[in-house]
């Protein structure tokens, strides 16, 4: 399963955002992010980390200073075309109640049968998926089979591999996961997503084994982001 696009390049220089207000909520912040990092980015709560994801996803326009995605700034991109290089993945993956092949379509639709099948293999789903009756046609979701919470963050891993967007921005994908089932989750997570650039957002520090690179947001201002 190929990405669309080689991962690109992201450049933050003297990067300030906000919500609202006038006081900036992350920065002024300079951070450069290679094609294929894995790079995790931690701190306490209110240190602006995900207002950084926002930023990078273009959910949020910075206040100050400048982010280039590739050879562009960010921000003259139209949006559609920048956020077709991110897929997003939160704590919280929503399944509504249909199929298993209608939600994971949600990330590319009219994906072959196929290709579903890897992302949940890629996952770490192949024992699950192989205990459902109904394969691909199992009802999940409201009114459908349950899913733990670390099927329902592996079936979030699973879109987001399907989608085939070159950079994975995860906002504390195993929040509300144990460490045992964190640490195997995140573990699936970068050993699959071998043609994307990984970035996540997390408040602990369990799940960073894959992780070539991890920062703390609350002490990064400046070029020390880049050290």
């Not at 099927?151 to 399907?162: D, F, N, P, T, V």
């Not at 043609?195 to 002490?219: E, P």
Request: proline share 6%.
């Amino acid at each position: 399963m190929a990405t669309r696009g080689s991962p690109p390049h992201l450049c933050l220089n003297g990067l300030t955002a906000a919500w609202s207000g006038t006081a900036p909520q992350v920065g002024p912040l300079d951070l450069a992010i290679q094609p294929g990092a894995r790079l995790a980015i931690t701190g306490p709560n209110g240190c602006g980390k995900s207002t950084l994801l926002a930023v990078l996803a273009r959910a949020l326009d910075p206040s100050g200073g400048s982010y280039r995605l590739g050879d562009q700034e960010a921000v003259t991109l139209a949006l559609g075309q920048a956020r077709q290089a991110f897929a997003v993945l939160d704590d919280e993956p929503h399944l509504f109640g249909s199929t298993l092949r209608a939600n994971l379509g949600l990330a590319r639709p009219g994906s072959p049968d196929p290709d579903l099948i890897e992302a949940l293999e890629r996952a770490g789903l192949a024992q699950w998926f192989t205990e459902l009756d109904q394969g691909l046609d199992t009802i999940i979701g409201a009114g459908g089979r349950g899913v733990s919470g670390g099927e329902k963050a592996r079936l979030g891993l699973a879109r987001a591999l399907l989608s085939e967007r070159p950079v994975l921005l995860l906002d504390e994908p195993v929040a509300h996961l144990d460490h045992a089932t964190a640490d195997a989750v995140m573990g699936d997570l970068t050993r699959s997503a071998t043609a994307q650039s990984v970035i996540m957002v997390t408040h602990r520090r369990d799940g960073l084994g894959g992780f070539d690179r991890v920062i703390d947001l609350s002490l990064q201002t400046g070029d020390a982001a880049n050290r």
